[in-house]
């Protein structure tokens, strides 16, 4: 897409997207509401250090250039501008991934999180890794998840109680649900955890984070081409700092300040993906991935597929973007 | 990702409707009628961007060779005449083809007459009442869609033509004449028959013709972008046509009614193309446009979950929590109750949002 003209007039480009033009061949187009987004500003030039002043602290930003409208429904409001009441906010809570609590967080390794098709690829993946923390079985409720955090990273405050409750809960910025999309071509589904899962620490500082995971149920999306989503629950995030505490929080929570929920998240590959090494290469395998690849030097061949797990706050519209590897022993 | 921060329309104040009407200037100039890719060595009828037909009944004219996939189809140009007209006999060339083309055209542009079913006969004038003026025998000229669009602005159709003789259609005392609707507008001048929409009257802008209140020699119907010209206009041409046979003035060629009847349709065709000179019009296109009022409260908006807009979970555009949020406006989505993007609308710059003030973006979507 091209620039538009900015030298004169602020003008205002208008399209109908793919989705747009679909509905209103089928007769019912009909706008009830809008949303703003800002995704071409990058909020790193805001310079409130401007020798010049307040006036040019945002002299750059205003001069970006913005592109032509997309007519694809997914990219062109990636990242919406928010409403939050309160006027006072300093701080917005963000998403991370854990691998420091006790109970079975995956790993990322090699920038992916590998998910096995089946055991027998997941006992292969254990000799290539040397260890059971870099994948996470299909579908599994008890093995190892993605575990996710959202709260504040920064240690300008401290992750108390009282903290939480002012900088989160009170300003409303808990998510206590997330939303996860997934490639439905792919993966058939996601588990995620359940309302009687915890994560928090004792008084002394120890990790009582416990996840129990089920099946949650897909919906199709129409936003973004070929995914689904799914509601995961956020577990109250109270992993507190405690002076006395004989274990650092710091080797449970990876949010340098005050919590807010977390959730954990595992694929279930899509059944035609999971045969094991004695079937043949399904043909999602040579069409969106990579088939018979010695990834490990192992002896080993395996086919896989890349894609990404997305992660939302449904409060705060924070997200994770997961790289998650399906991974399939071939040989 | 979806958005998740929507601020709903109020049907009854953020939402209104437009028509606009635009135009363009349609320039054709002679030479693509005459044959712009003919050159000498080519005959007329021969040009590359004359397509005739099998069937013979009509001239398509292009801007460009017809063969090539850059050729822009201009025009289609055709003749006839009714079956009362003296012309009409059944040993003459293509005569029930000419009678079923006048007719064709006359029962889709003028309708039928009384109860017995038979079709209108052209006049020109904007009265069918009184049977004056009748033009028995015409040419028909039908303007592309593509460049027509949705119909020919009223009053500014003209059509310079050669009535001189075939060696010298344009003569320079005798030989021009410029014929326009320059009596139509968009309030008068124009009259309603049958289900084509409206017509005007083609008058020439010879002295011997006053403008107003003068006789016409055509009709042009604006919404179906087809001109009616009668073929009297050359009735004094001493060759019409070209041909070997002389004529009453000792000239070689064909008068017209010689060549009305004699020749074929396409024949004709390429007689009157012979002797077209500028076309000249303005298109008109409709376009209907809702305007949605994207009304920002000052209380919203104010934050964005760009991934930017923090570092280290302090908003950057703050140094302390009591600083007026910002953010920044490039994109409007609009979208329906299921969360559906519709449309986009891209601002040219950023436009800066906070709590201090309010902003109203106003979207017009074109139909």
Same mark, same amino acid.
């Given at each position: 897409?091209?620039?538009?003209?900015?030298?004169?007039?602020?003008?205002?480009?208008?399209?109908?997207?793919?989705?747009?033009?679909?509905?209103?061949?089928?007769?019912?187009?009909?706008?009830?509401?809008?949303?703003?987004?800002?995704?071409?500003?990058?909020?790193?030039?805001?310079?409130?250090?401007?020798?010049?002043?307040?006036?040019?602290?945002?002299?750059?930003?205003?001069?970006?250039?913005?592109?032509?409208?997309?007519?694809?429904?997914?990219?062109?409001?990636?990242?919406?501008?928010?409403?939050?009441?309160?006027?006072?906010?300093?701080?917005?809570?963000?998403?991370?991934?854990?691998?420091?609590?006790?109970?079975?967080?995956?790993?990322?390794?090699?920038?992916?999180?590998?998910?096995?098709?089946?055991?027998?690829?997941?006992?292969?993946?254990?000799?290539?890794?040397?260890?059971?923390?870099?994948?996470?079985?299909?579908?599994?409720?008890?093995?190892?998840?993605?575990?996710?955090?959202?709260?504040?990273?920064?240690?300008?405050?401290?992750?108390?109680?009282?903290?939480?409750?002012?900088?989160?809960?009170?300003?409303?910025?808990?998510?206590?649900?997330?939303?996860?999309?997934?490639?439905?071509?792919?993966?058939?589904?996601?588990?995620?955890?359940?309302?009687?899962?915890?994560?928090?620490?004792?008084?002394?500082?120890?990790?009582?984070?416990?996840?129990?995971?089920?099946?949650?149920?897909?919906?199709?999306?129409?936003?973004?081409?070929?995914?689904?989503?799914?509601?995961?629950?956020?577990?109250?995030?109270?992993?507190?700092?405690?002076?006395?505490?004989?274990?650092?929080?710091?080797?449970?929570?990876?949010?340098?300040?005050?919590?807010?929920?977390?959730?954990?998240?595992?694929?279930?590959?899509?059944?035609?993906?999971?045969?094991?090494?004695?079937?043949?290469?399904?043909?999602?395998?040579?069409?969106?991935?990579?088939?018979?690849?010695?990834?490990?030097?192992?002896?080993?061949?395996?086919?896989?597929?890349?894609?990404?797990?997305?992660?939302?706050?449904?409060?705060?519209?924070?997200?994770?973007?997961?790289?998650?590897?399906?991974?399939?022993?071939?040989? | 990702?979806?958005?998740?921060?929507?601020?709903?329309?109020?049907?009854?104040?953020?939402?209104?409707?437009?028509?606009?009407?635009?135009?363009?200037?349609?320039?054709?100039?002679?030479?693509?009628?005459?044959?712009?890719?003919?050159?000498?060595?080519?005959?007329?009828?021969?040009?590359?961007?004359?397509?005739?037909?099998?069937?013979?009944?009509?001239?398509?004219?292009?801007?460009?060779?017809?063969?090539?996939?850059?050729?822009?189809?201009?025009?289609?140009?055709?003749?006839?005449?009714?079956?009362?007209?003296?012309?009409?006999?059944?040993?003459?060339?293509?005569?029930?083809?000419?009678?079923?083309?006048?007719?064709?055209?006359?029962?889709?542009?003028?309708?039928?007459?009384?109860?017995?079913?038979?079709?209108?006969?052209?006049?020109?004038?904007?009265?069918?009442?009184?049977?004056?003026?009748?033009?028995?025998?015409?040419?028909?000229?039908?303007?592309?869609?593509?460049?027509?669009?949705?119909?020919?602005?009223?009053?500014?159709?003209?059509?310079?033509?050669?009535?001189?003789?075939?060696?010298?259609?344009?003569?320079?005392?005798?030989?021009?004449?410029?014929?326009?609707?320059?009596?139509?507008?968009?309030?008068?001048?124009?009259?309603?028959?049958?289900?084509?929409?409206?017509?005007?009257?083609?008058?020439?802008?010879?002295?011997?013709?006053?403008?107003?209140?003068?006789?016409?020699?055509?009709?042009?119907?604006?919404?179906?972008?087809?001109?009616?010209?009668?073929?009297?206009?050359?009735?004094?041409?001493?060759?019409?046509?070209?041909?070997?046979?002389?004529?009453?003035?000792?000239?070689? !060629?064909?008068?017209?009614?010689?060549?009305?009847?004699?020749?074929?349709?396409?024949?004709?065709?390429?007689?009157?193309?012979?002797?077209?000179?500028?076309?000249?019009?303005?298109?008109?296109?409709?376009?209907?446009?809702?305007?949605?009022?994207?009304?920002?409260?000052?209380?919203?908006?104010?934050?964005?979950?760009?991934?930017?807009?923090?570092?280290?979970?302090?908003?950057?555009?703050?140094?302390?929590?009591?600083?007026?949020?910002?953010?920044?406006?490039?994109?409007? !989505?609009?979208?329906?109750?299921?969360?559906?993007?519709?449309?986009?609308?891209?601002?040219?710059?950023?436009?800066?949002?906070?709590?201090?003030?309010?902003?109203?973006?106003?979207?017009?979507?074109?139909?």
């Amino acid at each position: 897409m091209a620039f538009l003209d900015n030298s004169g007039d602020i003008i205002l480009d208008a399209v109908l997207t793919d989705l747009g033009r679909k509905r209103m061949a089928q007769g019912n187009f009909k706008i009830t509401k809008f949303a703003l987004g800002d995704d071409e500003i990058d909020y790193t030039l805001y310079n409130k250090d401007h020798p010049s002043g307040s006036a040019y602290y945002d002299i750059e930003i205003l001069q970006s250039p913005c592109f032509e409208a997309f007519t694809t429904d997914n990219a062109n409001i990636n990242y919406g501008l928010l409403s939050f009441t309160r006027t006072d906010l300093l701080y917005l809570p963000s998403l991370e991934a854990n691998e420091l609590v006790a109970d079975s967080p995956l790993f990322k390794t090699s920038s992916v999180y590998y998910i096995a098709a089946n055991n027998e690829t997941g006992t292969a993946l254990t000799t290539a890794f040397g260890d059971t923390k870099y994948w996470a079985l299909s579908n599994s409720t008890s093995g190892r998840k993605i575990v996710i955090e959202s709260g504040l990273d920064t240690s300008e405050i401290t992750a108390d109680s009282t903290n939480r409750s002012s900088y989160m809960l009170s300003t409303n910025l808990l998510d206590s649900k997330y939303s996860i999309y997934f490639d439905n071509r792919f993966i058939s589904s996601v588990v995620t955890p359940t309302a009687a899962s915890t994560f928090t620490n004792s008084s002394a500082g120890e990790d009582q984070v416990s996840f129990t995971m089920s099946s949650a149920t897909a919906t199709s999306t129409t936003f973004l081409e070929d995914y689904s989503a799914a509601t995961a629950v956020g577990i109250d995030n109270t992993v507190y700092f405690y002076s006395n505490a004989l274990v650092d929080r710091s080797t449970i929570s990876v949010m340098a300040g005050p919590g807010g929920s977390a959730t954990a998240v595992n694929a279930t590959i899509d059944s035609g993906l999971t045969a094991t090494k004695a079937a043949s290469t399904n043909v999602k395998y040579t069409n969106y991935g990579t088939v018979g690849a010695n990834l490990f030097g192992d002896g080993n061949t395996y086919d896989y597929i890349d894609t990404t797990l997305y992660i939302q706050g449904q409060s705060t519209s924070a997200m994770l973007q997961l790289p998650v590897r399906l991974i399939r022993r071939a040989s | 990702m979806p958005v998740q921060n929507f601020e709903t329309f109020n049907t009854t104040t953020d939402k209104t409707t437009t028509t606009t009407l635009l135009h363009e200037v349609v320039p054709l100039t002679g030479t693509i009628a005459s044959g712009t890719y003919g050159g000498d060595a080519v005959s007329l009828g021969s040009e590359p961007n004359i397509k005739n037909y099998s069937h013979g009944m009509f001239q398509t004219v292009y801007d460009y060779p017809y063969l090539s996939s850059s050729a822009n189809h201009i025009f289609d140009i055709t003749m006839g005449y009714d079956e009362s007209s003296v012309m009409s006999a059944s040993a003459y060339t293509q005569n029930s083809k000419k009678i079923n083309m006048y007719n064709q055209f006359s029962q889709v542009l003028l309708g039928y007459t009384g109860s017995n079913n038979t079709t209108e006969i052209f006049e020109s004038d904007l009265s069918f009442a009184d049977n004056n003026r009748q033009m028995k025998e015409v040419f028909f000229l039908n303007f592309s869609r593509l460049i027509t669009k949705d119909q020919i602005k009223k009053g500014t159709f003209s059509i310079t033509l050669g009535t001189g003789s075939w060696a010298n259609p344009f003569h320079a005392t005798s030989g021009s004449v410029i014929l326009s609707d320059v009596s139509a507008s968009s309030t008068a001048g124009t009259n309603n028959k049958g289900n084509s929409g409206q017509y005007g009257v083609l008058y020439s802008s010879n002295g011997a013709d006053p403008v107003l209140g003068a006789v016409g020699h055509g009709l042009v119907f604006y919404q179906a972008g087809i001109v009616v010209l009668t073929a009297s206009l050359f009735t004094a041409s001493y060759s019409f046509n070209s041909g070997s046979t002389a004529t009453v003035s000792g000239a070689a !060629g064909l008068i017209l009614s010689q060549s009305m009847i004699s020749s074929s349709i396409s024949g004709n065709c390429d007689a009157l193309r012979h002797r077209i000179g500028n076309i000249s019009y303005n298109n008109t296109t409709e376009i209907n446009s809702t305007i949605y009022f994207c009304r920002v409260p000052s209380s919203k908006f104010n934050y964005s979950s760009n991934p930017t807009y923090t570092s280290g979970s302090k908003v950057r555009v703050k140094t302390i929590a009591s600083d007026t949020p910002v953010s920044y406006i490039t994109t409007i !989505g609009l979208y329906n109750s299921s969360n559906e993007l519709l449309a986009v609308a891209k601002l040219s710059e950023p436009i800066k949002k906070d709590p201090t003030n309010e902003v109203t973006l106003r979207v017009r979507l074109d139909y």
